[in-house]
């Protein structure tokens, strides 16, 4: 657990975003953390999970910009025996993995289109496939994300959803 005790004399902003963090943890409102590169969203993300009902259930980090569009869709919602070469047995995803706890999906900004389309499947409907799989698998957990970009702009230039967005920011806290 996290104990802001000590955070709280620091600057004005931080207690602001302390005081924040204890309003929204309680929810089971998807969070979209905003802010550059170095900012600290992770530890955030993680003050949020361990202050929220959930934090007996897993805290599940993925950094979205750091796989190719194929692996990261093996990394988030797992694959079945044999539904590539390589996968010699049956994995669980993050999603999965997440189960009652909380999926942080770092660089959400980096994540192409389709996967997109994919995500918010998830996020609409709480089940999904494995890759190569046909048994839907319902999952429950909290949603917190995290970007540098401007998803505003990315919007506009066509490389991030409008629909996806407005389910990522359903609170959004700058960093």
Sequence with gaps: ??????????????????QLLEMVAPSEATVLLLGETGTGKEL???A???????????FIPINCGAFTESLLESE?????TGAFTGATRARKGRIE?????????DEIGEIPLKMQVDLLRVIEERKFHRVGGTQSIAVDFRLICATHRDLAREIER??????????LNVIDLEV
């Design 1 to 18: 657990m996290f104990d802001f005790s000590g955070v709280l004399g620091s600057s004005p902003r931080i207690r602001e975003i302390f």
């Design 44 to 46: 955030v993300a993680k």
């Design 48 to 58: 949020i999970h361990s202050k929220s009902p959930r934090c007996y259930g897993p």
């Design 76 to 80: 988030l919602f797992g694959h079945e």
């Design 97 to 105: 993995m997440a189960q009652s706890g909380t999926l942080f999906l």
């Design 158 to 167: 066509g490389a991030f959803r409008q629909d996806f967005y407005f389910r």
